[in-house]
């Protein structure tokens, strides 16, 4: 029988052009996205039509987790001491160089006030395994979270307009809370408010949905 | 694939064959850096976001003990939607003010949030009807809806009746504290419909 011979052949494949689609992805996603901020809890937003972005800067920012634990968190570094400083004097919390520093380079704050000197010492984790992610109290007894709203609009300065009062809510957050927390503001005059939400399409048919593709064909 | 020719015979000593250096192959072997740039594909896929969240606007009212300055509805433009417990709601035509309302009992509907047949139909529905009646200046009418959320409600169904209010771009709307006769309403609707 003859033999029919294979002719050998080489298993090494050519690498370089899978490493320049791989370096092209890891281009794009370097330049197209941006980190995803520190979160004190996971909070799964409602979806909304609304598509008016989220501004970076000048926002307060509360985070309501599914239990109604309420978090601060505000953003530049400037504002944040100023925001600290304010609260340790007005509040006699005695807090530390090193406790105001790990309040200006963190996230968000959920805690009643009193707590702040213990919440402000730990790590992150410690906080998580002391349980001191309590939230900042909203009832009307004590309702700290006025105080929060007061003094992170001391600690805007001059801009005042530009601040965003957003509230970033839970989908299961019970509605109650919510209403605490409406109220809160309203007591405060606070009438603007943004609620984050995930952008979802217009349904089909409907009054939106029509004006969304009318823009669409001019 | 391109190559670069590196042997080392450059321009002059090709043809009279100076000294023999043995050729060395300049491909690199690739495997290690497409795994490097994979796994920071990876790292970056799940530690940014693509998106930004968006926002939607909410404006309340100003509290006014002012009577002149609050807005009177009208029974007849007027639309109640209540939120109840497991994504249920519950809407009633006008306002509600006659005690005696309920005697009727097509008077109370429950509905839901889906697409078609829900809450979203009935808006459309009255938001029509209420356009075709003319007020006193002979001008169109406004539907006007009022939003009681139970305490039972979540922060979804909130977003997703405001949303709504979007959706058929309903201009006037209210939340409002819901009363105790609402809360009865539900309960009464709930038990009818065998809800625990």
Redesign the interface.
């Known amino acids: 029988m003859p033999k029919v011979k294979m002719p050998r052949k080489s298993t090494n494949i050519?690498?370089?052009a899978?490493?320049d689609v791989?370096?092209l992805?890891?281009t794009f996603?370097?330049l197209?996205?941006?980190?995803?901020p520190d979160e004190p809890v996971t909070v799964v937003?409602?979806?909304?039509?609304?598509?008016?972005?989220?501004p970076d800067s000048d926002v307060l920012l509360f985070t309501?987790d599914k239990d109604g634990r309420v978090f601060f968190s505000m953003d530049g570094q400037p504002k944040r001491r100023k925001l600290i400083e304010d609260l340790n004097t007005q509040y006699k919390l005695g807090l530390d160089e090193k406790e105001i520093r790990n309040f200006v380079v963190g996230a968000s704050v959920g805690t009643p006030i009193k707590d702040l000197k213990t919440y402000l010492s730990m790590s992150e984790d410690q906080r998580k395994a002391g349980g001191l992610d309590k939230g900042i109290p909203t009832d009307s007894a004590n309702n700290e979270l006025g105080a929060w709203i007061q003094y992170g609009i001391a600690a805007q300065g001059t801009n005042l307009a530009k601040v965003?009062y957003?509230i970033?809510?839970?989908?299961?957050?019970?509605?109650?809370k919510?209403?605490e927390i409406?109220e809160t503001?309203?007591s405060k005059?606070i009438?603007?408010?943004?609620?984050?939400?995930?952008?979802e399409e217009?349904?089909k048919g409907?009054?939106?949905?029509q004006?969304l593709q009318g823009t669409k064909q001019h | 694939?391109a190559e670069m020719d590196t042997s080392s015979s450059g321009g002059k000593g090709k043809k009279h064959g100076g000294t023999k250096s043995k050729k060395l192959s300049t491909r690199v072997?690739?495997?290690p850096?497409?795994d490097l740039?994979?796994l920071?594909?990876t790292f970056?896929?799940l530690?940014?976001?693509?998106?930004?969240?968006?926002?939607?606007?909410?404006?309340?009212?100003?509290?006014t003990e002012n009577e002149k300055e609050q807005n009177k509805v009208k029974e007849s433009t007027a639309l109640t939607i209540l939120?109840g417990k497991d994504n249920r709601v519950y809407y009633y035509e006008g306002l509600a003010q006659d005690p005696n309302a309920s005697a009727d009992p097509n008077f109370f509907k429950a509905t839901s949030f889906a697409?078609t047949g829900g809450i979203?139909d009935e808006i459309?529905r009255k938001r029509d009807e209420v356009a075709r009646l003319r007020n006193s200046k002979g001008e169109p009418e406004d539907v006007v809806v009022i939003i009681k959320?139970?305490?039972?409600?979540?922060?979804?169904?909130?977003?997703?009746i405001?949303?709504e209010m979007?959706?058929?771009?309903i201009q006037r709307y209210a939340t409002v504290d819901i009363s105790e006769q609402d809360k009865k309403w539900i309960k009464s609707t709930e038990t009818a419909n065998g809800v625990q």
């Open positions: 050519d690498m370089t899978m490493c791989a370096f992805l890891l996603f370097m197209a996205t941006k980190f995803k937003t409602p979806s909304s039509i609304n598509t008016t972005l989220l309501v965003k957003c970033k809510a839970d989908n299961e957050t019970p509605y109650p919510i209403k409406l503001f309203k005059h009438q603007k408010l943004n609620l984050v939400t995930n952008l217009p349904p409907t009054a939106a949905w004006e | 694939m072997d690739m495997t850096m497409v740039g994979f920071l594909i970056f896929m530690t940014t976001t693509m998106s930004k969240p968006k926002t939607m606007d909410l404006i309340m009212p100003k509290d939120l697409n979203r459309i959320a139970d305490d039972d409600a979540n922060y979804k169904n909130f977003v997703d405001l949303d979007a959706i058929n771009r």
